[in-house]
């Protein structure tokens, strides 16, 4: 069965810190990969899309990059963080048939 | 662009029917997917509509019109571990992206 790790779970980081999120997954091949973000209360912002290594998509400009150096490795980061970074980080991968995302156990990060 | 309005809140006594309205304006339809995600936790897919009609698993059921570009998650029999916040998602053609509302926040009363 497929499984996705993310880590660390929680995170506390001051303004201008860099950032890196690690997200892998077990069970799978050249898994679609996902990074979104959620504000408290709101809903997922799409972040990064990548279909294969080094492919990556950026939905939204700004100071994350996103980078897939493995088949099932997604790593997000950022040289220096911003407050408006802080959010809960879901990474998640599609199955074959396009029809459901399954989602790793998320990064809450607070930028302070 | 891509957009989906879904209502902010819904509440309904346990037992209850309750019906969550999504509405979606996008380019390139795919499919409409719907997750349920509780206080803390990550979404967890609960159903998806391809083409028109109504999908039913369990309690669950989902509901698509392309031509009207609206659909609805229906959930019958509401328990109290149903409060939770629904998401509607497109997704595009290709497959390569889903894009969520802003999610209904269902409160269920005993």
């Known amino acids: 069965s497929q499984t996705i790790h993310q880590w660390p779970a929680t995170l506390v980081q001051p303004v201008g810190s860099p950032l890196s999120l690690e997200c892998t997954v077990e069970?799978?091949?050249?898994?679609?990969l996902y990074w979104y973000r959620q504000a408290a209360g709101r809903g997922l912002q799409l972040l990064f899309y990548?279909?294969?290594?080094?492919?990556i998509s950026s939905e939204v400009p700004q100071n994350l990059s996103a980078s897939r150096p493995q088949d099932r490795q997604f790593i997000l980061s950022s040289k220096k963080l911003l407050l408006s970074d802080s959010g809960f980080y879901l990474c998640?991968?599609?199955?074959?048939?396009?029809?459901?995302?399954?989602f790793g156990p998320g990064t809450r990060l607070t930028v302070l | 662009g891509q957009s989906l309005e879904q209502p902010s809140e819904v509440t309904a006594v346990e037992g209850a029917i309750v019906q969550i309205n999504c509405t979606y304006q996008?380019?390139?339809?795919?499919?409409l997917s719907w997750y349920q995600q509780h206080d803390g936790g990550a979404p967890t897919f609960l159903s998806y509509?391809?083409?028109?009609g109504l999908e039913e698993t369990g309690r669950f059921s989902s509901f698509l019109s392309r031509s009207d570009s609206y659909g609805y998650l229906l959930l019958q029999e509401l328990q109290m571990k149903d409060s939770a916040s629904y998401f509607c998602?497109?997704?595009?053609?290709?497959?390569?992206?889903?894009?969520f509302g802003a999610g209904t926040r269902l409160f269920v009363k005993a």
């Open positions: 998640a991968w599609i199955s074959g048939s396009y029809n459901e995302q399954f």
């Open positions: 069970g799978t091949s050249n898994p679609n």
């Open positions: 990548s279909v294969g290594i080094g492919q």
């Open positions: 996008t380019s390139g339809f795919y499919g």
């Open positions: 509509n391809a083409l028109d």
């Open positions: 998602a497109v997704i595009n053609t290709g497959g390569f992206k889903t894009i």
